[in-house]
C-alpha cells in the first residue's frame, strides 16, 4: 500500500548527529525553507542510540565532535555514548526539530525529475511495510556511512561448532550478563578497545585476540585547559578555544605523521611502553605493519585499556583464528582460547547513502561512477547533497561545513531564482581515486560501492580542515563545476556574480 504525496523543500534523511545538525542549520540559516527529516528508525540518535554494547563511548573529543552552534558543557570531554545521544536529542527539541521527524520511514528510492525540479522519495515503514511517497527540491543524505541492520562479520571456520555466546556488537543484547565469564574480544579497532575494560569490571577474565596490532594514543578524559577557562570565561568562548586548540593538535599529529611517520611511530610505542612496562611485547602487539594514519588510531581515554592489562584483568593475543571449537577458539599457532562469550567486533558494513537507490530522469545512477565535488554532492546528481565526516578527525567537524554550505547554496539559488544545481566535471586532467584512501579492511572492502574523488580541488578530499574551510565556508558558491537551471536551460558559466 502506498499513500499520497507530499512536499517539502529540504529533505533530510536521517535523525541522527548528521541529520539533526542539519535540520537546525537549515532552520537557522533558510528559515524559509520547509524541512522533514526520515529517519528509518524508531528514535532519534542514529550511531548514539543504536550501539549499546559495554562502555559505548566517542572517539574524538566532544569540542570538535559536537555542533558548532551548541557548546559541549559536561566535564568530560571523551564522552559516553549516553551523553552524547542526549546531547543530540536535547539539540533537536531546543530547535524544534524533533517536531519535523518521521520515524520508522527507510528509504528505498529517490528519483529525480529535471522537468519539475523535484525529488520523488520512497520510504517503507520499518514495521507495517507501508510505502510513503514525499516530495522535495533538495535532499540532504544524513544516513550515515555503514549498515545499520547488521555489522560485519567474517566467514570464522567452525563457529558453529561454540556451545557458549556469539555477539556482535551492533546486535548487543540488553540481558546479557558477563559477570565472572570468560570473554574474548575479536579486533582490534576503537570498539574492541572500549569493549575490553568495560567487560573487565566484572567478568572472569577478557581477552582480546587481534590479527594484527593498532596504533592507541593515551589521552585524558576531561578537557584539563577547557575546565580551567569556564572559570573565568563565558561558555562560549570557551567552547571556541577548546574547539580550535583540538582542531590544531589533531591537524598537527596527522600531518606530522604524513611527513615523519617513524617519529610518531617511535613516540607512540616509547609512550605504550612508559603505559605497560619493559616487559611487554610492545613490538608485536602495538606495532601494526603500516603508517600512523594510514588507518584510524585508537584513543584510549584516561589509559583505561592499558590499567586491565596492567592489573591481568586483561590480556591481548596477537595471531590468527584457525577454527572455534565447542569451548572457544583454536589458534593457527597451536594456543587454545577459553571463552563462554565471543565478540565479534570485526568492523562496519560499508554502504553509500544508506542503500537507496537513485534515479535521474528515468536513469538509474551508479554511484560508483560519479565523482565527490566539494565532499557533498555527485556528478550528474542535481539538488542533491550528502554528509561524509572526517576519517582523521571529528565527524561533526565536517559535516557542520557541509550543512553550511548548503544553505549559502540554497541561500544563492533562491537569489538569483535558481530550481536546479548539477555537478559537471569538465577538467581533464583530474584523476580518478577511491572516495578514501585508508587502508582498514573494512574501507577496503567496501570503496567499489562508493562514488569516487579527484587528484585536485574541489573533487579531492583532503581531509584537513583549513582546507575545506576555506574551500567550503568561504568559497564562491558558482564555479566552472556547477550548472544552475531556471527552468530547462542551464545558466551559463559566470553569467550570475559569485554570492
Not at 39 to 49: C, K, L, N
Not at 200 to 226: C, F, I, K, N, W
Request: charged fraction near 25%.
Amino acid at each position: 500500500m502506498m499513500t499520497n504525496s507530499n512536499y517539502v523543500d529540504v529533505l533530510i534523511v536521517g535523525a541522527g548527529l548528521s541529520g539533526i545538525g542539519a535540520a537546525c542549520h537549515l532552520q537557522r540559516e533558510c528559515p524559509n525553507k520547509t524541512v522533514a527529516i526520515l529517519e528509518g528508525r524508531s528514535s532519534i540518535g542514529g550511531t548514539w542510540d543504536l550501539f549499546r554494547y559495554p562502555g559505548i563511548r566517542s572517539d574524538s573529543d566532544m569540542y570538535t565532535m559536537g555542533y558548532k552552534f551548541k557548546p559541549w558543557r559536561e566535564a568530560k570531554a571523551i564522552a559516553d555514548g549516553p551523553s552524547i545521544l542526549n546531547y543530540v536529542r536535547e539539540t533537536a527539541a531546543e530547535h524544534g526539530v524533533d517536531k519535523k521527524i518521521r520515524f520508522n520511514q527507510k528509504v528505498v528510492n529517490a528519483s529525480w525529475s529535471s522537468e519539475t525540479a523535484r525529488w520523488t522519495v520512497e520510504s517503507r515503514h520499518s514495521e507495517t511495510g507501508e510505502v510513503s511517497v514525499t516530495t522535495c527540491n533538495f535532499l540532504m543524505m544524513c544516513s550515515g556511512y555503514y549498515r545499520y541492520d547488521a555489522g560485519y562479520t567474517p566467514d570464522f571456520p567452525g563457529i558453529e561448532q561454540f556451545q557458549g555466546t556469539v555477539i556482535h556488537p551492533q546486535k548487543w543484547p540488553e540481558e546479557l550478563d558477563y559477570t565472572g565469564k570468560r570473554v574474548v574480544v575479536v579486533g582490534s579497532g576503537a570498539t574492541a578497545v572500549t569493549l575490553v575494560p568495560s567487560m573487565a569490571e566484572t567478568a572472569a577474565h577478557v581477552t582480546m585476540l587481534q590479527r594484527s596490532p593498532t596504533y592507541m594514543v593515551s589521552l585524558p578524559g576531561s578537557d584539563a585547559v577547557a575546565n580551567v577557562l569556564r572559570r573565568v570565561l563565558p561558555e562560549k568562548v570557551v567552547y571556541t578555544l577548546t574547539r580550535w586548540k583540538n582542531v590544531l593538535f589533531a591537524m598537527l599529529i596527522y600531518q606530522l605523521s604524513q611527513r615523519r611517520p617513524e617519529l610518531v611511530k617511535r613516540i607512540i610505542k616509547d609512550r605504550v611502553r612508559k603505559e605497560l612496562g619493559p616487559d611487554f611485547d610492545v613490538d608485536r602487539h602495538f606495532t601494526p605493519p603500516y603508517n600512523p594514519w594510514d588507518q584510524r588510531m585508537c584513543l584510549v581515554p584516561d589509559s583505561d585499556f592499558f590499567i586491565a592489562l596492567r592489573e591481568k584483568r586483561a590480556s591481548i593475543v596477537t595471531d590468527q583464528i584457525d577454527t572455534f571449537t565447542p569451548t572457544g577458539i583454536q589458534l593457527k599457532s597451536g594456543e587454545h582460547l577459553d571463552a563462554d562469550i565471543i565478540v565479534t567486533a570485526t568492523g562496519l558494513d560499508l554502504i553509500a547513502l544508506g542503500g537507496a537507490s537513485l534515479t535521474v530522469d528515468g536513469q538509474p545512477v551508479q554511484l560508483n561512477k560519479c565523482m565527490n565535488y566539494k565532499g557533498c554532492m555527485l556528478t550528474g546528481v542535481p539538488n542533491l547533497s550528502f554528509v561524509f565526516g572526517y576519517t582523521n578527525a571529528s565527524w561533526t567537524l565536517k559535516a557542520d561545513l557541509l550543512c553550511e554550505y548548503v544553505c549559502r547554496l540554497l541561500n544563492f539559488m533562491d537569489k538569483h531564482g535558481y530550481r536546479q544545481v548539477n555537478v559537471r566535471l569538465n577538467d581533464p586532467e583530474v584523476e580518478d581515486l577511491p572516495l578514501l584512501d585508508l587502508t582498514s579492511g573494512y574501507v577496503q572492502r567496501a570503496m567499489e560501492r562508493f562514488p569516487r574523488q579527484g587528484s585536485k580541488l574541489p573533487w579531492r578530499l583532503y581531509q584537513n580542515y583549513f582546507f575545506d574551510t576555506a574551500m567550503i565556508r568561504f568559497g564562491a558558491i558558482q564555479d566552472e563545476a556547477l550548472e544552475f537551471r531556471k527552468d530547462e536551460s542551464p545558466a551559463k558559466v559566470g553569467e550570475v556574480a559569485t554570492a
